[in-house]
């Protein structure tokens, strides 16, 4: 960590608070530490604001702390309380912003939210910032500055390679995560987490963690996962595409491995398989639907009220590995590169049909979903994981406070978004939601003395 030092070369801004990122949680703490009376300057290392929001509509988490505790059990009891209490006042931030949220809808079949348009909110938050602060793109931050102890702002390479201090009373961390960077993937998610397809802002390459652990912070947990769903494989994504060929039916399908067996209850969620797929050999899987899926959950909408499209027909024009089968014998001609075993995988559909009928047993169990797959023709996509964000990340309070290993609060430092860990573990409900909530704590927390 660096003490604080003006050097004659080094331009100075002074401010009172420094937001790092420039995503849904960074643009949340900067237009409402502006509201609240404070000067703010913003710096973002892309050429654009937004991060990974500017790819989701809907900001949504669990109705209630039962819900949250159901799904949620191993995410901080602490963090996940504040979330569901303060939802709805984040609701109402939006609208205090000018932006239009739609009516509560169902999200995920567990959970509540609203449509908004999250580019109109940033935008917005942009917006206010600039009335009395600054936004700098483009912007690349080397370290923290600190004294005795506090940070106390940040050593910036501006967009034109000028050195810029920016000295701050409180520095808000909300670069995105580090799904973007592989090697810390590999580190901190899984020995094969660099095969997973990125769904997410390209940018998003631990810079908070880095600058976190840089002064002390704990961070974890370790083994959390990671938020993404389920891609056809071969195919490299645009960002148009995240949304579109994201393969949630897979909750509703039969998944196996290149080792032609079924290895995780596919029933409890699309996003759970996908954390399941990347500790498989290669990290890759065949998804196999029968008619009942594709015409109930392939070509319907995840969100109530979004656009249904066909995901099967979009992987196709895609040119993902992907077929149909008239019947179940004719899984027994699957290319032999793709590296699977046909008739395997047919036995193994047959036999999950007769148990599934017969209501024994099945192995791994199908625990929201028993039905048979029996209705042809069948659809075969191979997929792989895709990653959105990272649950590994800097520990923090209810607060935003950063703490550090002994859970003290580290002065001037806070975080908010996809760089905190702690809020889930193994699980998900809302990525928007968390930005926005711990986003507003962090600059109420930056504001409190002013």
């Known amino acids: ?22 995503g849904m949680a960074g643009m949340t703490a900067a ?48 963090l996940r309380r504040a979330l569901v209490d303060r939802f709805s006042d984040g609701v109402d931030w939006i609208r205090q912003m000018d932006v239009l949220c739609g009516p509560e809808v169902t999200v995920a079949h567990v959970g509540r939210g609203h449509q908004f348009d999250t580019m109109h909110y940033v935008d917005q938050c942009r917006r206010e910032v600039e009335r009395s602060g600054s936004v700098h793109l483009g912007a690349r931050v080397e370290r923290l500055e600190t004294h005795e102890g506090a940070v106390v702002g940040a050593e910036v390479t501006m967009a034109d390679g000028e050195t810029c201090l920016v000295r701050a009373s409180s520095t808000v961390l909300a670069t995105g995560g580090f799904q973007a960077n592989p090697e810390m993937l590999v580190e901190r998610v899984h020995p094969q987490a660099d095969l997973m397809t990125l769904r997410s802002n390209p940018e998003s390459r631990g810079t908070g963690l880095r ?26 994504l645009d960002p148009s595409e995240f949304v579109a060929l994201a393969l949630y039916y897979s909750e509703h399908a039969l998944l196996f491995n290149t080792e032609n067996r079924r290895f995780v209850d596919e029933t409890i969620g699309d996003h759970l398989n996908n954390m399941a797929l990347v500790t498989q050999p290669g990290a890759r899987g065949l998804l196999i639907a029968d008619a009942r899926v594709h015409r109930d959950w392939m070509t319907t909408a995840y969100v109530e009220g979004a656009i249904s499209l066909d995901k099967f027909e979009l992987a196709q024009k895609r ?132």
């Open 319 to 450: 040119g993902a590995r992907c077929g149909y089968a008239e019947e179940l014998d004719e899984l027994a001609y699957l290319p032999e590169e793709w590296g699977y075993d046909g008739k395997a995988i047919r036995q193994a559909i047959e036999a999950h049909n007769e148990a599934a009928r017969a209501g024994t047993a099945i192995t791994p169990e199908r625990s929201q979903d028993p039905l048979p797959l029996d209705e042809p023709p069948y659809y075969v996509i191979e997929c792989v994981p895709g990653i959105t964000f990272t649950f590994h990340g800097v520990t923090i309070d209810t607060s935003g406070r950063v703490l550090d290993t002994a859970g003290r609060p580290i002065p001037g430092l806070l975080a908010a978004g996809s760089d905190i860990g702690g809020l889930y573990n193994h699980a998900y409900l809302g990525g928007l939601a968390s930005a926005l909530i711990f986003g507003l704590a962090a600059a109420d927390s930056a504001t409190a003395s002013s």
């Open 1 to 22: 960590m660096g003490e604080a030092t003006e050097r004659p070369e080094t331009r100075v801004l002074d401010t009172d608070v420094l937001v790092i990122g420039g």
């Open 31 to 78: 237009a409402r530490a502006t509201r609240r009376g404070a000067r703010v300057v913003l710096v973002e290392v892309a050429p654009n604001l937004g991060g990974s929001a500017t790819y989701a509509g809907y900001i949504w988490t669990a109705p209630s702390h039962e819900v949250m505790d159901v799904e949620n059990p191993q995410g901080g009891l602490e």
């Open 211 to 236: 600058l976190a652990t840089s002064v002390g912070a704990a961070t974890g947990p370790d083994d959390a996962g990671f938020y993404g769903h389920l891609v056809p494989s071969g195919i490299t």
